[in-house]
């Protein structure tokens, strides 16, 4: 039997799992000042004076759910590397 345990990323108190890791990414993508998508550090790294939500978690399992979010089509991607912007796939419009 797997570890459940192993599917979580424990952060201080809080345990994360990847569900939760991407509901973050989505309410951050969904937030009006990602209209333009956001690239990876701006996911995981938020400013004083901004006002989206943070995505918390370790980069590699932040990466791995946005991979998973993108192979379902929910996300998108343009660019690539560091250069890459991650965008909902209904804001395109």
Known sequence: MPDVLSTYLC???ELMSTIDIKREILAALSHPEAEDGLYFNNLIIVHEEEERPIVRGEE?????????????????TT???QETIYKLKDSLN
Do not use: F, I, P, Q
């Not at 590699?60 to 998108?76: H, M, N, P, Q, Y």
């Open 11 to 13: 952060m201080g108190e």
């Open 60 to 76: 590699s399992d932040v990466l791995e759910a946005l991979r998973e979010l993108v192979k379902a089509g929910t996300v998108v």
């Open 79 to 81: 660019g690539n590397g």
